[in-house]
């Protein structure tokens, strides 16, 4: 069993920056691929960076350039770091991870979600 706790979020004026974590616990051989979703009142959800496993990563244009994933395999903790906030990225911002469990299976597990909210 696996288990994701998410933390990081906050209230900052334009331009701050925060830093979302996601640190999976439990019975993991390793982290696979990782998604980055927010969803901001009134919208869809939105998928906002992705790397996987092999190292290749995307951003959406909304963010390019002001967020960069990152990670500690040795705490199984991810991370997206949000640099020059805008009020257009306040959301609750979601990690989903894929964990393996053993060499030859994998499971993906959500974090419970992380308010950022952005004041102009």
């Known amino acids: 069993q696996v288990q994701v706790v998410e933390s990081g979020g906050g209230l900052v004026q334009s331009g701050g920056s925060l830093r979302l974590a996601c640190a999976a616990s439990?019975?993991?051989?390793?982290?696979?691929?990782v998604d980055w979703y927010r969803q901001a009142p009134g919208k869809q959800r939105e998928l906002v960076a992705a790397?996987?496993?092999?190292?290749?990563?995307n951003y959406a244009d909304s963010v390019k350039g002001r967020f960069t994933m990152s990670r500690d395999t040795t705490k199984n903790t991810v991370y997206l770091q949000m640099n020059n906030l805008k009020p257009e990225d306040t959301a609750v911002y979601y990690c989903n991870i894929w964990v393996y469990i053993s060499r030859w299976s994998k499971n993906d597990y959500w974090g419970q979600g992380a308010q950022v909210t952005v004041s102009s």
């Open positions: 790397r996987t496993s092999g190292g290749s990563t």
């Open positions: 439990g019975s993991i051989f390793s982290i696979d691929a």
